[in-house]
C-alpha cells in the first residue's frame, strides 16, 4: 500500500530498530511508495513512511531490492556527493560518500546476504543507511 511520506525532521532523525518477520508488510509498502514516487525518487528508508524499523529499498540498476537490516561492513574510496531527499525540503546537501561498498542484509526470507555496490547504487543505499540511523544530509 503506498504510503504518505514523512517529512517533519524530527522524526526522520529518529533511529530505527531491527527489522523482524512481521515487518515484511512494511517492506512492500515501502515498494510501492517508492514506485508511486518513481519520478523523484531512488530510494527510501523506512522512517520515510513513518515506521521506525531498519528497512530500506532503492533501484539496483532499473530493478526495485529490499534489505532488512542493512549494515556497511566496508567501505573505500570517499568522495564528496550532492544529494536531495524527496522528504526533505531545500537545495542538494553535501554528503560524504563512498564508492564501494559492502553490504550484510537480510532478504526478505530472511537470509543473510553480503553483497559488494559500486557507484550510484552504492550512494543510494548509502543515503537509505544514514536514514535508518537518523542521519539526515
Known amino acids: 500500500m503506498v504510503k504518505e511520506l514523512i517529512h517533519d525532521p524530527i522524526l526522520l532523525a529518529r533511529k530505527s530498530e531491527p527489522a523482524a518477520r512481521e515487518d515484511l508488510q512494511t517492506a512492500q509498502d515501502l515498494l510501492d511508495t517508492l514506485s508511486a514516487h518513481r519520478e523523484t525518487c531512488v ?4 522512517n520515510m513512511i513513518g515506521v521506525y524499523k531498519n528497512i530500506i529499498a532503492f533501484d539496483n ?41 559492502k553490504v550484510k542484509y537480510q532478504t526478505t526470507d530472511f537470509q543473510i546476504r553480503l553483497k559488494t555496490f559500486t557507484g550510484w547504487t552504492a550512494q543510494i543505499i548509502q543515503h537509505e543507511i544514514d536514514h535508518c540511523s537518523g542521519i539526515l544530509i
Not at 530510494?43 to 523506512?46: T, V
Not at 522528504?87 to 546537501?93: A, D, K, T, V, Y
Open 43 to 46: 530510494g527510501m528508508a523506512a
Open 61 to 101: 540498476e532499473g530493478a526495485y531490492m529490499v534489505m532488512l537490516n542493512p549494515v556497511i561492513v566496508k567501505a573505500s574510496e570517499s568522495y564528496e556527493a550532492m544529494e536531495s531527499c524527496v522528504s526533505l525540503l531545500g537545495e542538494p546537501r553535501k554528503a560524504k560518500r563512498f564508492r564501494k561498498i
